[in-house]
């Protein structure tokens, strides 16, 4: 604004005039910082009543919310989803067609990879990850759940196989698609840091299609996150984790209108997805933006995916962890009894142990004497199973043990813990 403004002011026969100046530098920046024209009309968020020629669609103020919190997992995010979806709520704002299209969903990116597109991965390929609809926080998420997984070798006669395996508690418990197993007479795990130990099953999720396995030896490991929620929205994200080096894709979780049936058994609440079923092992996990596991890949049917729901998993683990007890399958070794000889009582003669196990971690060997257990001989097999099943997994085991006839204790550490 420029130019000069005059105001005269009279009380009690007194006349005041001011006079003020409205030419400065703050007005001038304002006109120079002013556009010389307006965006295109593709730019603009806005419209002109005279270029709006139908109203945008109404949106659901609940699915704008999940959808901006499905593309952008972060807490900025989370409280601008709710200012936007309440806004919408009260009917104050109406929002022009492109801002529109993209909230609702409509003109998301097309994940870089689809059920046309996925090629299969071996599971121990490392590609760089494929995130389209996802915000950066994801990568971490994906790396987390990468250290969780393991390679899982299943062996018959005259066949070997492969799929992936999910720690699910940092004692070395894993699950592992039980259609997997079948014929299968031995199980090998692998962790992403190349340590193999010899997988023992130790119970059974028919509803989920899982079987649990624990590793003997393995302690202090990094565990997957399920998902507490078991509703699944139509068309929700995901990504799938194909790989134990991090190999991942973007996909969409479905429920399933019909129960499959997964080696003999009917997988409640199952969902599915629209990758290929030739492009990922069993055993994917699949995640969400925030990194908690909402499902895992454990068959196929009818020409899809079949996929467990995570939510389900957490409970059914705990329960079958808290009914362990110590054995000679848990403690990783072969044993046979042994007569009283050189002055070296009768006691459980270890003929053979399996790498990585509790007990040669601990310190036991080929060839030892176990003579107690916890404080009660042992002199036969009968009585070591008997005082093993007395003795708590959750705590340390302490054996009396003989090397080439000299007795000392051995201390094996608690095979199971109760926390993730």
Known sequence: MRGWATSHFESRGLTLTAVANFEDDFDESLEEDRPS???????????????????????????????????????ASAWSAGVVGALLATGLVVLGTHLAGALAGDSLPTPALSSAAVTTVAPTVSVSPQLAGFGRSVDAEIARNTRSMALITISATGATGEELGLVVNSAGFLVIPSSGLKGGVSILVTLGNGVEYVGQIVGEIPSEGLTVVHVNGATNLSTAAFASNGEIDPGSLAVAITSIKGASVVTTLRAMTD??????????????????????????????????????????????????????????????????????????????????????????????????????????????????VNGITVTSLDGFENALREAAPTSPLVLTVYTNQLPHTVIVPATVSLTP
Do not use: C, Y
């Not at 593709?42 to 704008?64: C, M, N, Q, T, Y």
């Not at 399958?329 to 509790?358: D, M």
């Open 37 to 75: 024209r307006m965006l295109p009309l593709e730019d603009r968020l806005w419209r002109h009543p005279s270029e709006v020629f139908k109203s945008p669609a109404p949106l659901d103020p609940l699915a704008v919310r999940r959808r901006w919190l499905q593309t952008q997992p972060s807490r």
């Open 259 to 372: 129960l499959p049936q997964i080696g003999g058994s009917t997988i409640e609440k199952a969902l599915t997805s629209d990758l290929n079923v030739a492009s990922v092992a069993l055993g994917t996990p699949l995640i969400s933006g925030v990194g908690h596991v909402e499902g895992v890949v454990v068959g196929s049917t009818n020409g899809v995916l079949v996929v467990a729901p995570g939510s389900l998993v957490a409970d059914e683990v705990h329960a079958i962890i808290e009914q362990q007890v110590f054995s000679t399958a848990s403690l990783g070794i072969t044993v046979t009894s042994q007569t009283a000889n050189n002055g070296v009582p009768a006691g459980i003669l270890i003929s053979a142990e399996a790498r990585n196990s509790s007990a040669s971690s601990a310190g036991v060997a080929t060839g030892d004497l176990i003579v107690g």
